[in-house]
């Protein structure tokens, strides 16, 4: 954490898929006058709200929210672009005299933001991609993820051999920069442009928390993520989307195609919304600096103390 008092502060909340972020985002944005930026990769989508677990209206309280509802479910957006788009939003958000409050699962945006890396050096190379592209189409992401596991395992630990885009991107910065994606993280990383406190929710006893999220995935049902689904296959969607292969589209995807029965669906879609959510804490728990509490037993106001404590040698 950086000690220079010109930097905006920033409070970035971080833990795993339905631990309670949202509820606690918001109660420390009221406590501290503070706006919120979403760092999650499947919520900056536009008509994707219920399988992303996106807050509603009714719940944001009247927070002004960021980071949501960015692009199309077709259009691009990379790490570097949410960098940016965040830099903006974090130095508009201070200087209101606000406190910014980053929020969110998604390991890489989070990084980009506290350790500053640079995501732009690693230029595109169409042809490689495109080879690439095929060889998954030919033989499997799980495939190009075996690959990815030899040269930069790091990297091919965080993806699952299902995420063939970002696996074709951590072979393509091999590729052309001769190092794997992972050595931004143990070189020395360029200094951030903010003052961050990273606070981490978690609970302690696995079982809880798989258990919300298996009541997670039964809301979603619920609040109609079958038809969020059709909805936005009869828009033109395709199922090879980046966006559409995300936890509970694909999986729906494959009921209504005939590949899954409605219960397998269901259970797949809790199956792997509790194994990402372990990746979650497997990538958090290397963090050394992060401050975490426990979703059940802690309060709010005894998480307030610590921050405030905490906020003190930083800003």
């Known amino acids: 954490m950086s000690q220079r008092p010109d930097k905006p502060f920033v409070l ?55 980071g949501l509802d960015l692009i199309n479910p077709d259009e691009p957006f990379t790490v570097a672009d949410y960098q940016a788009y965040a830099d903006r939003v974090i130095r508009d958000i201070h200087a209101r005299g606000k406190l910014p409050i980053v929020v969110g699962g998604t390991m890489l945006y989070v990084k980009s933001l506290t350790d500053h890396l640079d995501f732009t050096e690693a230029s595109a190379d169409p042809v490689f991609r495109a080879r690439l592209q095929a060889e998954a189409d030919e033989r499997g992401g799980a495939f190009l993820h075996n690959r990815l596991q030899e040269i930069d395992p790091a990297t091919a630990e965080r993806l699952h051999p299902n995420d063939v885009k970002r696996i074709i991107r951590a ?33 302690e006893d696995r079982e809880k928390l798989y258990e919300r999220i298996n009541l997670r995935v039964d809301l979603m049902m619920q609040q109609g993520l079958i038809e969020e689904v059709r909805h936005l296959l009869a828009e033109g969607y395709s199922r090879d989307l980046q966006s559409m292969k995300g936890i509970g589209y694909k999986e729906i995807i494959d009921h209504l195609e005939g590949r899954l029965t409605l219960e397998e669906a269901v259970e797949a879609v809790k199956q792997g919304s509790r194994r990402y959510a372990k990746r979650q804490l497997s990538w958090w728990r290397r963090e050394t600096s992060i401050q975490w509490f426990d979703a059940l037993g802690t309060t709010f106001e005894q998480r307030f103390q610590i921050i405030d404590q905490l906020r003190e040698g930083i800003s």
């Open 12 to 66: 970035i909340l971080v833990g795993p898929t339905a631990v309670g972020k949202t509820a606690f985002s918001i109660a420390a944005a009221k406590h501290y006058d503070g706006e919120i930026l979403s760092a999650d990769s499947m919520q900056i989508y536009r008509g994707m709200d219920i399988g992303t677990a996106k807050v509603t209206p009714e719940e944001t309280e009247g927070i002004p929210h960021y």
């Open 171 to 203: 072979l393509e910065v091999f590729e052309t920069t001769g190092k794997p994606m992972s050595q931004a993280y143990t070189e020395e990383p360029p200094e951030s442009k903010y003052n961050t406190l990273v606070v981490g929710l978690n609970l």
